[in-house]
């Protein structure tokens, strides 16, 4: 029953420099998860130093500077060394499980990759060590803003090479997950047969290629400018400071698609095992999220409408248009869990939260993608609570849901229920009550990134409701955070598949050993561990 | 292989719709070339794939093959662990972050680098 033999060079270890020396899939994807974890923690302590200054106007709890270098950490934090990378990790552990393959098909660039990530953002972080501070441009860094007459501390600097690279890094991991995918699928795993995590990855892959460079052709230019007398973004010297944006949203925009392909995937994993149904509409969720990864590549520039400089109606058309492969998504989960036989295990739960905020965030994309609402909610708290609803209600609750659910399989013992509702309700009130007010505050006419606003009207309420918001979300944190804590002490054996799910991880052990399987089921559907489950039912009638 | 190169036909001839749709209605040169880099990036990949599927012979693309067919093929040797990733990757980062330090951290890294790669040029020969 085995497919194919690895040569096995060393046997295992289990000590620190087996770690740092490891090239092991599983161990690479572990270490990325807890670096990105690691990562999160600390730009949620300064989403929490954020929300304190601004629980009251004219506060001063931290001075204006600080308050630049602490949004410009916090959201780079987050999108370059958080949600993408943590996506990386999953897959990372995930992908050659899925689709029966000994290990990535390149290990050591796998490992240089992990390696890359956390020295890189290591450097953006040191920033905060040098006399001027850490990079205080956002996370966006502007040109002019970020160029050596504004922004003249090595704080800058090193905010560049930092996400320059790790944006290397993603690339190669991108590359390394489509070659894995394409040629190392087990007997009988046919593209049309890998799970739809799978498929989500290899989308998203194909954006991180087409889209990172970008992001590496702009920083480089930024680079020599600060450092080299070059003048790129510079009009007095033939340069426009329009060209950053043009490179940078067409990096960035696909990016905001990096960070959520790979989590409809988690959904699509989920749901069904939960629904006990298969997922409906597989085709259409693969072709959905190819449309998007193809859609998203025209629409970087309705992050420019008010600049009068570009086309409006043709990125406002294109980005409507990704709306309907999203909602094609969304219509197939539902259609998933309709008649099926539902149960709230934490995973389950959230999952449902993430289709519930999701949901909420990707209504306000539509509206912005109007231009006359775009010019109208531009640079204000409405543009900051769309974002958070996609990336904070969508991508960190489908992070967690995954957390929850492939928890037995990475370390063989399962994260506590009751503890999990605990986080799951924390982190969905607390969530809704941090962002839901935000939209208001934007309608208010409330401009992000200030360090303070009007003390009369109703902001100082929506300010204070949100920041109490920001806390509930801390004890929802520091709740999963006790739960990892005692599961860690809890031996009861957990079983190859505890959930009686679908994909073909679940056929091997919890956790997996070296290279993955010692025997694999046949494959002749998407679903070859329910089938082996099911020897009774005839496969064949599917795909 | 066919999905694959069917993806990557697809991708590079929406690319070269788009950028001539967007050159059209916009007549903006930075995206138009940023659009003409995209198709040309697809495209060539999608060249690639076709002179390469014609070697390829998967396992995975055949929807009737047994776990028993492929039994005892050795798919490729796999290292468990190597010192090469975390050396290579602390060089790349000495050499960005002596670009900004110091000149001498660079020099380093950039020393490193050669260093590995003569070094795995010795070990895959």
């Known amino acids: 029953m085995t497919t194919a033999r690895a040569t096995l060079a060393r046997q295992p270890r289990a000590d620190l420099l087996s770690w740092i020396t490891t090239t092991d899939h599983k161990r690479i994807g572990i270490l990325y998860l807890t670096t990105s974890l690691v990562y999160f923690g600390v730009a949620g302590l300064l989403a929490l130093a954020i929300r304190t200054q601004l629980a009251r106007p004219a506060n001063d709890f931290v001075g204006v500077h600080t308050y630049a270098q602490l949004f410009t950490l916090h959201g780079t934090a987050m999108i370059f060394l958080f949600v993408a990378p943590f996506a990386l990790g999953l897959a990372n552990f995930l992908l050659p499980l899925q689709i029966g393959a000994p290990d990535m098909a390149f290990p050591r660039l796998n490992a240089t990759s992990y390696w890359m990530f956390l020295f890189g953002g290591l450097v953006i972080f040191a920033g905060a060590a040098t006399n001027e501070g850490a990079a205080a441009t956002g996370w966006t860094a502007y040109a002019p803003l970020s160029e050596i007459k504004i922004s003249t501390g090595l704080g800058q600097d090193l905010w560049i090479v930092g996400v320059f690279i790790v944006s290397v890094a993603t690339i190669l991991t991108s590359i390394n997950f489509i070659t894995t995918v394409f040629v190392y699928r087990a007997p009988g795993m046919t593209m049309w047969r890998i799970p739809i995590f799978a498929w989500e990855m290899v989308a998203t892959s194909l954006l991180i290629f087409m889209a990172f460079p970008a992001l590496a052709a702009d920083l480089l230019l930024l680079f020599v400018d600060r450092n080299f007398g070059g003048h790129a973004f510079d009009p007095a010297y033939g340069g426009s400071a329009l060209l950053w944006q043009h490179l940078f949203w067409f990096f960035g925009h696909p990016e905001v698609y990096v960070m959520i392909l790979p989590y409809f995937g988690v959904i699509s994993e989920i749901i069904p095992v939960f629904s006990r149904k298969p997922i409906f509409g597989y085709t259409g969720i693969v072709l959905a999220a190819f449309a998007i990864a193809g859609l998203s590549m025209g629409v970087w520039a309705h992050h420019m ?22 909602g094609v998504k969304f219509f197939d989960w539902i259609a998933t869990m309709w008649g099926g036989s539902i149960s709230f295990e934490t995973p389950m739960l959230f999952a449902l939260g993430f289709l519930v905020n999701f949901l909420l965030g990707g209504i306000t994309g ?27 209600g969508g991508s960190l609750f489908a992070i967690f849901a995954a957390l929850f659910f492939w928890w037995p399989k990475m370390f063989g013992r399962k994260l506590r229920e009751g503890l999990g509702a605990w986080s799951f309700w924390l982190l969905f009130i607390g969530f809704n ?42 004890i929802g944190v520091l709740v999963f955070l006790w739960n990892v804590v005692v599961s860690a002490f809890d031996r009861t054996p957990v079983g190859d598949d505890p959930w009686e799910a679908n994909s073909l991880e679940w056929a091997t052990t919890s956790p997996p050993p070296e290279y993955n399987f010692d025997r694999l089921p046949p494959i002749r559907s998407d679903r070859p561990v329910f089938d082996a489950r099911h020897p009774e039912r005839d496969p064949s009638a599917v795909r | 292989m066919k999905v ?9 001839a929406f690319a070269i719709v788009i950028a001539v749709v967007y050159w059209l209605l916009a007549r903006e040169p930075a995206g138009t070339i940023l659009l003409g880099f995209l198709a040309f990036a697809l495209s060539f990949i999608a060249g690639y794939m076709i002179v390469a599927e014609r070697e390829a012979d998967l396992w995975g693309d055949d929807a009737q093959a047994k776990n028993t067919e492929a039994v005892g093929e050795v798919v490729g040797t796999y290292s468990v662990r190597s010192p090469l990733p975390i050396v ?19 020099v380093m890294g950039i020393i490193a680098i050669f260093a590995l790669g003569a070094l795995f040029i010795v070990q895959s020969s």
Do not use: K
């Open chain 1, 433 to 474: 009550v941090t962002f839901l007010p935000m939209h208001f505050m934007g309608l208010e006419g409330m401009p992000r990134r200030v360090y303070t606003y009007d003390a009369t009207g109703v902001l100082p309420l929506l300010n204070a409701i949100a920041t109490a918001g920001s806390y509930l979300m801390a």
């Open chain 2, 88 to 106: 290579s990757a602390a060089a790349l980062t000495c050499v960005g972050l002596g670009l900004v330090v110091s000149p001498t951290i660079a």
């Open chain 1, 366 to 392: 539509v509206m912005i993608a109007s231009p006359p609402i775009d010019f109208q909610a531009h640079q204000s708290y409405f543009i900051v609570a769309h974002m958070h609803y996609v990336l904070g």
């Open chain 1, 305 to 326: 409408f008010t600049t009068g400089a570009v086309d409006d109606p043709f990125f406002s058309f294109m980005s409507f248009l990704i709306a309907v492969p999203t």
């Open chain 2, 4 to 12: 694959g190169l069917r993806l990557f036909l697809s991708s590079g």
